[in-house]
């Protein structure tokens, strides 16, 4: 009898690819940091990576007034629905997560997209009813790359780390596999980023979703 994995799916860059201009977003972010913090701090800040969410949450830290923490949330809500309005799903996504059904693994996502965002893909491109749980940056305290998400998961269905694999395309998604101690694939045709653990090497890579059925197959045989 075949394993029962738990699938972990990214969404935005890995199931799905949106127009979400992550860049401008850390840019106006790391601007509205300047306000609230002193020069030493901005400069150390700006010369660590960090997600736009740690950037955030490093804002509400700082910010008496409240101000400055409400103005991110607003850009980063206006930048995600800007994305999503000609996102476009990857070749062959519904038919490999229905494959990946049949087969009667567990088939999750993990995304630091907010649930609005997060269900209107999950509507929009035709594969909800091929999910069995997802977690979005609204369900939980610690997002990407903090492993909280994938912990979750991992009790939920009951699965070990050597049964549990997460499918992402960022640093975040590899630190927090590397995190998880579980198995991790990168996602995409470019080279995949460098986490901030030194020690930490890619396991497997993919250049379409279609390969995770492939990748299934080795694992289960090794």
């Known amino acids: 009898m075949s394993m029962q994995y738990l699938i972990i799916f990214d969404l935005d860059g890995t199931l799905v690819q949106s127009r979400i201009n992550y860049d401008a977003i850390k840019t106006e972010i790391i601007k509205l940091i300047a306000n609230v ?24 830290k700082k910010d008496s007034t409240g101000f400055y923490y409400k103005r991110a949330w607003e850009l980063i809500e206006k930048y995600e629905v800007e994305g999503y309005e000609y996102a476009e799903i990857e070749l062959d996504v519904v038919e490999t997560l229905k494959k990946l059904k049949e087969q009667n693994h567990f088939v999750t ?31 939980i305290k610690e997002k990407k790359p903090d492993p909280e998400g994938l912990f979750f998961l991992m009790k939920k269905f009951s699965k070990k780390s050597s049964e549990t694999i ?7 998604d590899a630190e927090a596999g590397f995190r998880a101690g579980i198995h991790y694939a990168h996602f995409g045709k470019e080279q995949p980023p460098k986490s901030r653990k030194d020690d930490f090497n890619i396991e497997h890579s993919l250049s379409k979703i279609s390969e995770i059925i492939e990748l299934m197959d080795k694992l289960e045989e090794a």
Do not use: H
């Open 37 to 60: 913090v002193n020069e030493e701090e901005f400069d150390i800040i700006r010369s660590f990576p960090r997600s736009i969410l740690e950037l955030v949450i490093m804002i509400q």
């Open 166 to 172: 997460f499918i992402g395309d960022s640093w975040l």
């Open 109 to 139: 996502i993990l995304t630091n997209n907010s649930r609005k965002l997060t269900d209107y893909a999950l509507e929009k491109f035709g594969f909800k009813d091929c999910i069995d749980y997802v977690i979005t940056r609204d369900d």
